[in-house]
């Protein structure tokens, strides 16, 4: 009978445990903690206390990400009331601006802007924009999280593009067409990566889509 054998024998027979109660306390196996031999017993107690050392850690990382997102949520809500309140468009773009480069702590923000510019003036957001970019924008169903190398967009921050590393592109979209592109940087090549979730991007970009859309129309 081999290792497998004994171990299927006593799954399926546990009352053996029952009927040799006293061998429990005389076998001696090794300590997962050292050279020294415990009982079966004190090895159990032994798994038991890992085990719950894991799921405290587990519970722990499950609270943080839980604060995280909250705090995520909080600084969402806030920026969907400042553009909510927003009257025109110089103030929609100062509410993207502020909010994501301040309680989003995001360095670099650039709003651009296919429509034509029906009060803008000189706004910066409706410079003339390639074709390529925005056939690029219009094909993404969810934003663009990645390395900044080989993004036209990157070229929009002029000499701060080229320490820019990392970058997130969201689209603005009014139902079924796109007019404009949200993009943000980061020198942390890590910031915007392709695994990241995207929801609270996807959420800041139907906002400030429908403030545009809204103050453009």
């Known amino acids: 009978m081999d290792a497998n054998e004994v171990a299927e024998y006593l799954k399926d027979h546990p009352e053996f445990f029952e009927q040799y109660a006293d061998l429990l306390s005389q076998i001696d196996i090794p300590s997962p903690h050292g050279n020294s031999a415990i009982s079966i017993t004190e090895r159990q107690m032994a798994t038991l206390r890992d085990k719950a050392k ?12 839980g604060e995280e997102n909250d705090a995520i949520g909080d600084k969402v809500h806030e920026l969907c009331v400042a553009l909510t309140v927003a009257a025109d ?8 601006y502020a909010h994501l480069g301040g309680a989003f702590a995001v360095p670099h923000v650039v709003v651009r802007l296919w429509a034509a510019n029906d009060g803008g003036g000189a706004s910066a957001e409706f410079a003339p924009t390639a074709e390529s970019i925005r056939t690029t924008v219009a094909a993404l169903k969810h934003p663009y999280c990645g390395p900044a190398a080989g993004q036209e967009t990157a070229d929009w921050f002029g000499e701060r593009g080229g320490h820019v590393r990392s970058v997130a592109q969201v689209p603005l979209r009014r139902g079924d ?23 609270y991007l996807d959420r800041i970009g139907d906002m400030a889509a429908a403030a545009l859309g809204r103050v453009l129309s």
């Open 54 to 65: 894991q799921l405290e850690a587990k519970m722990a990382e499950l609270i943080r990400f």
């Open 89 to 96: 468009l110089p103030a929609v773009l100062r509410a993207i």
């Open 177 to 199: 067409e796109t007019f404009g592109v949200l993009v943000l940087a980061s020198e942390e090549a890590h910031r915007f990566y392709p695994e990241m979730g995207t929801l």
